[in-house]
């Protein structure tokens, strides 16, 4: 079959003529919102030449490369620029804060408005503090080890986060960046795109520590056990007390052995430095009660002693008669005025001794 030459220039002419018409693919726009140390806002191109209207000003978009810190793999140069960069009004008020607690790698979180997640970086790896917060979110946080730095972040790009990511490390100090919610991120209109994607950012350089926020860690006391019993007189009752001088131990001596015949020698301590604290259980049923004390700390000022009842086995033979356990103890730190003693078991606050009126 021959082709006539003048239809073979004919279809030529109609195919230069379809792909003459064909439009220009729609392009997609990425926007990075950055604030706190910014405050500014990062549009990189994708797809193929083009151009652009963006809020009445016309933008080519070209296939290219320039060299950039900031520059994204696969982006179209925008003018001649891998990337469009405007300034953005300051917030007037950041969305969290994060807060250095002395001597630990604990941080303090506040949230102002909805995050998800707040990342932090302290100079040589990354962290996530919170993967979500609402308004009115104040705690102590432990960082968690994170991989892949602001990877889940808003919708950015992998490309777009590999070069952020490592645009936030090479300033070279500690910082805190979370995601703003889609709300809080402003919104403007640009026809004619097939791919419109916003991601807000803000960044916290300069992280202030809170030394109001540091707690001492517990402080573990010498102290022995002076005497205990199980007849005392006048407490029916658990009672906790702090002994304040020799009066008042002997006094509380003669009420622990109330129901025998033959006191024991009151022993002399030094209140200058020895405290002395007793634990009353009560009246009980039976023998095979007492009282088991377990450890004391001081713990940011406070004497906390944990303890647990000693009860008798289901099975055990034990002699039916009313009991009234109670145990002394010897501490070697005067001037102790207030004592709280925990179970040791469920970590609850079973009573409060005060200094002796």
Not at 53 to 63: A, M, P, Q, R, Y
Request: aromatic fraction near 8%.
């Amino acid at each position: 079959m021959r082709f006539s030459p003048v239809l073979m220039v004919l279809g030529l002419m109609a195919v230069g003529f379809l792909v003459g018409c064909q439009p220009e693919s729609s392009p997609q726009l990425h926007e990075v919102y950055l604030y706190g140390a910014d405050d500014m806002r990062l549009t990189y191109a994708y797809g193929g030449p083009t151009r652009v209207t963006i809020e009445g000003v016309d933008f080519s978009l070209e296939e290219g490369r320039v060299e950039d810190p900031l520059a994204v793999k696969g982006t179209l140069l925008i003018d001649g620029k891998p990337y469009l960069r405007e300034a953005l009004p300051a917030r007037s008020q950041s969305p969290f804060e994060v807060e250095r607690i002395p001597l630990t790698t604990d941080l303090i979180v506040r949230v102002h408005e909805r995050v998800a997640p707040v990342l932090y970086f302290d100079g040589t790896m990354w962290f996530t503090l919170l993967e979500s917060a609402e308004p009115g979110f104040r705690a102590r946080v432990v960082p968690r080890l994170r991989v892949g730095g602001l990877q889940g972040m808003g919708e950015l790009t992998q490309n777009e986060v590999e070069v952020l990511t490592r645009e936030l490390e090479m300033r070279g100090g500690a910082l805190a960046v979370a995601a703003l919610q889609a709300e809080n991120v402003p919104m403007r209109t640009i026809d004619g795109l097939s791919e419109h994607l916003r991601t807000g950012l803000y960044v916290q350089e300069g992280l202030s520590t809170d030394v109001s926020a540091f707690t001492p860690p517990p402080e573990s006391l010498i102290w022995e056990e002076l005497v205990r019993g199980d007849q005392a007189t006048g407490f029916d009752e658990p009672s906790f007390l702090i002994v304040a001088d020799q009066g008042d131990l002997l006094s509380l001596w003669n009420r622990a052995y109330g129901s025998r015949l033959s006191i024991p020698p009151v022993p002399t301590i030094d209140f200058a430095r020895e405290t002395v604290i007793a634990v009353f259980l009560g009246t009980r049923p039976t023998s095979g009660y007492g009282v088991e004390i377990q450890d004391l700390r001081l713990e940011d000022g406070d004497l906390f002693i944990d303890m647990r009842e000693v009860t008798p086995p289901p099975d055990s033979l034990t002699a039916q008669v009313i009991t009234s356990p109670w145990v002394m103890l010897r501490v070697l730190r005067g001037g102790v005025d207030v004592v709280w003693f925990r179970d040791s078991v469920t970590d609850t606050l079973l009573g409060v001794a005060r200094r002796l009126q």
